[in-house]
Nanobody
Framework: QVQLVESGGGLVQAGGSLRLSCAVS??????????MAWFRQAPGKEREFVAA????????HYADSVKGRFTIAKDNAKNTVYLQMNSLKPDDTAVYYC??????????????WGQGTQVTVSS
């Protein structure tokens, strides 16, 4: 069993930056070999994929809408996954969720989910 807890959300102006964190407990990242991902869900919209990273950290995959602005990373020693978000736009406003699974990055389906953290970008 894996527990995921997101943090770092908040209110930021357009053009600003935020770093989200996802604390993983229950199974260490280094041994579980889960691929990790971030998704988001805006009001009235379906949950959408944002970014994913392999358990080894040697490969990443991004949605076209965030490519070049967002960076996913992880620190196995801290059992934490990060999402660095730069050049934020109002369209990035959503609840952001962390996920864990053995899915490949391009067709990621999460098995475990966090509770989400709200990101609001003002214009």
């Amino acid at each position: 069993q894996v527990q995921l807890v997101e943090s770092g959300g908040g209110l930021v102006q357009a053009g600003g930056s935020l770093r989200l964190s996802c604390a993983v407990s229950g199974r260490p990242l280094s041994s579980s070999k889960y691929n990790m991902a971030w998704f988001r869900q805006a009001p009235g919209k379906e949950r959408e994929f944002v970014a994913a990273i392999t358990w080894s950290g040697d490969s990443t995959h991004y949605a076209d809408s965030v490519k070049g602005r967002f960076t996913i990373a992880k620190d196995n020693a801290k059992n934490t996954v990060y999402l660095q978000m730069n050049s934020l736009k109002p369209d990035d406003t959503a609840v952001y969720y962390c996920a864990a699974s053995y899915s490949n990055l391009q067709t990621y389906v999460g098995d475990y989910w966090g509770q989400g953290t709200q990101v609001t970008v003002s214009s």
